[in-house]
């Protein structure tokens, strides 16, 4: 019996233009709040990992048994301290990551909250933008483990349920262009299993391994890891593997996977995109190309503020210099421009004359 068509509603977060960002809106909530605001207490205060998510306008923390796991209609903040080489001093990149079906308030509230932590820790950190499905490598090595996609979020009610009384969720293990191995939660539906690639079927007390006829060795040592982790959390845990060369479709596995799901195609991702240099015009708000194909450090002005993009991600330069009103709306320029010329799932990053920032070297040397 069907369950009914599963068809999420497309999201609309690179349909908006950031208005209040770096508004006065933005600067009352940075003033007031960074010093007042409880998530921040103890934050970047030694090296490691800190997320939170952002659950009706305030920030939560995320359990730290969680890390590595996303909803996709939630907005999270992550902030990664380190320290280089012998220095003692500590350097932070803070991250706010939009799901794909993230409401406007949320990745909204959680791109000021990123501003405010920037303050809080004296505007040390670089500050990044990451969306669903195309992270940046940097934010991918925080989780060796890897990412796993979840569906649903705090808007939806979702809780932790004990795992007898799980409803059942298919995982999809496969490999992105860089041959990473992708944790994604999809529709149980049955037409969704393809032999090329592994997933996990995960009914709470028993687990499901399916291993597709040419799936990749790396997929299933991946999935076999994530079984393993599963069970070392809920202890009774059951777990079978099965193989899509054996497999009969009347087996449970398939029973389970009766949903019918919308196989529309996605019309978002990236397209060759050549290198750029782009100079901001605070006075018309818009960008003017400096340089095509490459760029170096010294094409960069210190009273301005420049945009740099890559094939796989964008960076926003901010000169020591530049304007206050520049300075502030280094994020936003970055995020409508990439709405208006549609790479809007591009990461972007955001350097302060004078920060380090081996990624923008590397864009910069490439």
Known sequence: MSRGLVKSKKYDWKDSNM?????????????????TEPAWKGAGSAPGIRIWRIEKFEVKDWPKEDYGEFYNGDSYIVLNTYKEGTSQSL????HFWIGKYSSQDEYGTAAYKTVEL?????????????????????????FPQGITLMEGGCATGFRHVPPEQYQGRLFHFGRDKTGNVIVKEIPQAASLISEGDVYILDLGLKIYQYNGQSSSPIERAKAMEYVGELKRVRGSASSFVLEGATTSRSHEFFQKLDQEVDDSPDDDGPGADKKKLLRVNTDTAKTEVVKEGSFARSDLKSDDVFICETDKELFVWIGIKASPAEKKNGLPYAHNYLRSSGRPWKSITVIREGQKSAQFDAALAA
Do not use: I, M, N, W
Request: negative net charge; charged residues 35%; proline residues 2%.
């Open 19 to 35: 208005a209040l960002f770096g508004s006065e809106t933005e600067k009352q909530v940075k003033k007031a709040s960074a010093l």
């Open 91 to 94: 350097c932070h990149d803070v």
């Open 118 to 142: 920037d303050t809080y820790l004296d505007d040390v950190p670089v500050q990044h933008r990451e969306v669903q499905d195309y992270e940046s490598d940097l934010f991918k090595s925080y």
